[in-house]
């Protein structure tokens, strides 16, 4: 029987690659700064049939319960918007998201 994602978080394998997600950014939150708050790792990516240990290490972020919750909803609403929006004009978006990065000097994340 599959397991239910909650048990797959409280797998030692998630864990080990939670606590790094949490040292790689200094046990603070990489929206707002926050070291006081309680963190969790935001998943910037799913893939079906991928556990949450196997997901890409560089689309792991380190946010406190606030961000997590504001950001999750703004990701939810970016996939809408992407699946409402013609494919031919999936090179122009990637485009526009890469040239953001860019301007808003974020490094490349090393993987875990």
């Known amino acids: 029987m ?3 994602y909650y048990e797959k978080l409280r797998d030692p394998r998630w864990q ?5 997600v949490f040292g790689r950014a ?18 910037g990516l799913y893939r079906y049939g991928l556990e949450p ?5 560089d689309t792991l972020w ?8 504001e ?13 409402r929006t013609n494919p031919k ?3 122009e978006i990637l485009r526009a998201i890469l040239a953001v990065r ?4 974020q490094p490349h994340r090393d993987q875990l």
Request: aromatic fraction near 6%; hydrophobic fraction near 30%; proline fraction near 2%.
């Open 16 to 20: 080990k690659i939670r606590l790094r």
């Open 71 to 83: 950001y999750q909803d703004h990701l939810s609403d970016v996939k809408l918007e992407i699946g």
């Open 2 to 4: 599959a397991s239910s």
């Open 53 to 57: 240990w196997e997901l890409p290490g």
């Open 26 to 43: 200094g046990f603070a939150c990489e929206a707002c700064g926050a070291k006081d708050e309680t963190l969790s790792v935001h998943h």
């Open 102 to 105: 860019e301007r808003e000097q």
């Open 62 to 69: 380190c946010l406190c319960e606030g961000c997590h919750l």
């Open 89 to 91: 004009l999936y090179g």
